[in-house]
């Protein structure tokens, strides 16, 4: 793995995701709490060295490029004034803040909506390291498109989260198979460190 040709890719480290107070807290905030992700994360991506960028889901005035196709778009589309750009449950928890390389969208996929693929292409990213919440939402469909786009996409196993462990379980195994396969953040570093 090469460093210069890889990017973490950072999706939904929020307040609406991860906190109690958030949109949806009540579902994923004890889970995640419970799991410990925030703190392999923060760690991971302070060891990686290469650029982290963030995604977090937003709804501007207008409502964007969101399309309420979806129960989750529908959700969120019905509760926006939470997801404003400026508003508190849109912001970076403070442990991810500092420094952070944030992009905005509406999609499901970190990467539809935004121009972050053209980004990365064009500063000669081709491998993208996943950590984000929750495993079987925007990591396992942010991976999927990654894939479909032409990147190498490796989701951080250990690095991701969902509201229930099995469901973390099952969407990690689906993506060892639909991306270039999962890794822990040990075994990424060693590879980073290898390259």
Do not use: Y
């Not at 889901?57 to 969120?76: K, Q, S, W, Y």
């Not at 442990?95 to 500063?123: C, P």
């Not at 996943?130 to 894939?147: D, S």
């Amino acid at each position: 793995m090469e460093i210069g040709s890889t990017a973490v890719l950072a999706l939904h480290w929020q307040v609406n995701v991860i906190k109690p107070e958030g949109f949806f807290g009540g579902m994923l905030a004890e889970p995640v709490a419970r799991s410990g992700v925030v703190e392999r994360a923060v760690r991971f991506h302070a060891e990686a060295g290469v650029p982290a960028f963030f995604t977090r889901f937003t709804v501007p005035e207008g409502e964007g490029e969101m399309v309420r196709n979806t129960e989750f778009m529908r959700a969120v589309g019905d509760a926006q004034e939470l997801f404003r750009p400026d508003s508190p449950g849109a912001r970076l928890i403070p442990e991810m803040a500092a420094g952070a390389i944030v992009v905005d969208n509406q999609k499901l996929s970190g990467l539809a909506g935004n121009d972050l693929a053209a980004r990365l292409a064009d500063s000669g990213i081709d491998t993208l390291l996943i950590t984000g919440v929750a495993t079987n939402l925007t990591v396992e469909q942010t991976a999927r498109h990654a894939t479909d786009l032409g990147f190498t996409a490796h989701v951080i196993s250990d690095c991701t989260a969902a509201a229930d462990p099995a469901v973390h379980e099952a969407s990690v195994a689906n993506l060892d198979l639909a991306t270039a396969g999962c890794l822990s953040s040990e075994e990424a570093l060693g590879l980073l460190r290898a390259g």
